[in-house]
Nanobody
């Protein structure tokens, strides 16, 4: 079992920045990829950015050049961070991180509880 806890969401004005963090614990050795997804009201949950254990990254076209995903191992804590710059109102959504053992972003194994990001115009 893998436990994921997101943090860092909030309210920000357009053009501002937020940094989301996803802390992972448990049987993380089964996980080779972590993705950040988002879901706005009435819309499907879509992949925003992903990163493999080797550091390969993947971004949705809508966030390329604005968002950066990275691995972090500080004080023996495993986390995946999402730095979000130049935020737009259309970035407003609940953001979820997911842990993946298959390598496919289509089939996450574990989900966090989500964190709300609201960008005001």
């Amino acid at each position: 079992q893998v436990r994921l806890v997101e943090s860092g969401g909030g309210l920000v004005q357009a053009g501002g920045s937020l940094r989301l963090s996803c802390a992972a614990s448990g049987n993380i050795f089964s996980i080779n990829t972590v993705g950040w997804y988002r879901q706005a009201p009435g819309k499907p949950r879509d992949l925003v950015a992903g990163i493999t254990g080797g550091g390969s990254t993947n971004y949705a076209d809508s966030v390329k050049g604005r968002f950066t995903i990275s691995n972090s191992r500080d004080n023996a804590k495993n986390a995946v961070n999402l730095q979000m710059n130049s935020l737009k109102p259309e970035d407003t959504a609940v953001y979820y991180c997911a842990a993946i053992s298959s390598g496919s972003y289509r089939y996450p194994d574990y989900w966090g509880q989500g964190t709300q990001v609201t960008v005001s115009s």
